[in-house]
């Protein structure tokens, strides 16, 4: 009869201290490093042909593009990272260029008290409340999709291209001019 | 990590009829919206959090509730090997997935003639990898809380309270709110983007995110299955 397998021995619960230790250390580097990014955004230029609010409407009149509202703030970390990932990016911006008459449009409520004439009239029309919110418009009909936050240059994209056939097939939102 | 353990659960999610008829599912949908919207691209199989959900729902919940896991403990297996080994081998199996799934979205793409960089599949590919390895960690954790496969709901609960504190943070302009609800649902589904992390802003906090999330992940699960103290009596 062959002998048993010799079976391991100590206890069966182990303290996991070298997983801690790791975890812990990489907890810290991670609070580290987002704060230091936060405070140092990376320097990449802004690739997107944004368009002034006062001539947006007739600049899509005239090339038969949708308007593109980027609502955004200077305090808004998703804002910064979809403006590095994709207001940045060569690809996204020409395709986002070709597509619609981008309008970039940046709250200042919180860091001067109110915003510029302009800007606040844009936001009570399309009743914006967080950032970012980007809004598709067709100026045409008076039509409007409201995205609401940043889920991913991919899923941005896709959003974009579903509001675009949304709007050229009838639907979206009345404004509330 | 213990490979009988590892070969049980694959094999054990590999015959369950409901986890495969899910699989199927999340393996054909995107295909069919590759096929049909070529220009979409890699977009549409952005699947691998699913296929962890459908392999790893249950992780541990399930061997507590039916009492396996009170016998296999009974056995010389230490609990931290059994974390892990779990851990590893759902990992394994949502990666495998994903990978397929990415190679027949390339296939799919070239016979459609929008041909994928061979750049874009190795970028689609490790991104799969890393996030099949990252979403199977907080399950875990999770896993360890509740019986059956209530870690999913407990998952899904989170998540949804990472979306309301983002809502409520941009609302009330408040970045330390948003930046909270942003975190939550980042710890919940740790993944890397290796065309950021290779890009021109190299953003080292996104894998530092990544690593700090399933160690954590793995450390508190380890240690809070550690403390549960299982009863043949007990019905949880």
Redesign the interface.
């Not at chain 1, 069966?12 to 996991?16: F, G, K, T, V």
């Not at chain 1, 305090?75 to 998703?78: A, L, M, Q, S």
């Given at each position: 009869m062959p002998p048993p397998p010799e079976?391991?021995r100590?206890p069966?619960?182990?303290?996991?201290l070298l997983?801690?230790v790791?975890?812990a250390a990489?907890?810290v580097?991670?609070i580290g490093?987002?704060v230091w990014?936060g405070r140092h955004p990376?320097d990449?230029p802004d690739r997107m042909p944004w368009h002034g609010i006062a001539s947006a409407e007739a600049d899509s009149r005239a090339s038969g593009r949708l308007v593109l509202y980027d609502f955004s703030?200077a305090?808004?970390?998703?804002c910064r990272q979809m403006a590095?990932?994709v207001f940045?990016d060569e690809t996204s911006a020409r395709k986002l260029g070709a597509m619609f008459v981008p309008v970039h449009v940046v709250d200042r409520?919180?860091e001067d008290g109110r915003n510029q004439p302009d800007v606040q009239a844009l936001e009570d029309r399309f009743r914006i409340?967080?950032?970012p919110t980007l809004v598709v418009y067709a100026p045409d009909t008076g039509r409007h999709v409201t995205i609401?936050?940043y889920g991913?240059a991919?899923?941005l994209?896709?959003e974009l291209t579903q509001a675009t056939l949304t709007l050229r097939t009838g639907g979206g939102r009345r404004d509330s001019l | 990590m213990n490979g009988t353990l590892i070969t049980a659960l694959l094999r054990q999610r590999l015959t369950s009829p409901l986890r495969l008829a899910f699989l199927v599912m999340a393996m054909t949908f995107p295909l069919l919206i590759v096929a049909a919207d070529p220009s979409s691209g890699f977009a549409a199989v952005e699947t691998s959090l699913v296929f962890a959900w459908i392999f790893g729902a249950g992780m541990i919940g399930q061997d507590t509730s039916s009492g396996v896991l009170q016998l296999l403990l009974a056995r010389p297996v230490r609990r931290d090997v059994y974390a892990l080994s779990r851990w590893f081998a759902v990992s394994l199996a949502t990666a495998a997935a994903a990978v397929a799934q990415v190679g027949l979205a390339a296939l799919i793409l070239s016979a459609r003639g929008a041909r994928p960089e061979p750049g874009a599949v190795g970028f689609a590919w490790a991104n799969h990898v890393t996030s099949a390895f990252g979403a199977t960690a907080p399950l875990l954790l999770l896993s360890t809380f509740t019986p059956g496969i209530g870690d999913l709901g407990l998952l899904w609960l989170i998540y949804m309270c990472g979306g309301i504190l983002q809502m409520a943070g941009g609302a009330f302009h408040s970045p330390a709110v948003l930046q909270a609800g942003h975190e939550v649902q980042d710890f919940l589904n740790p993944m890397i983007d290796f065309a950021k992390v290779i890009g021109p802003a190299t953003s080292w906090y996104e894998v530092l995110a990544y690593l700090s999330s399933v160690t954590l992940s793995l450390a508190l699960a380890i240690v809070i299955l550690n403390r549960k103290e299982l009863s043949y009596a007990s019905a949880a």
């Open positions: 079976l391991p100590g069966s619960r182990r303290a996991p997983l801690l790791i975890a990489l907890l580097a991670r490093s987002g990014e990376p990449l703030a305090w808004c970390g998703p590095t990932e940045a409520a919180r409340e967080a950032f609401t936050g991913g991919a899923s994209m896709q | -």
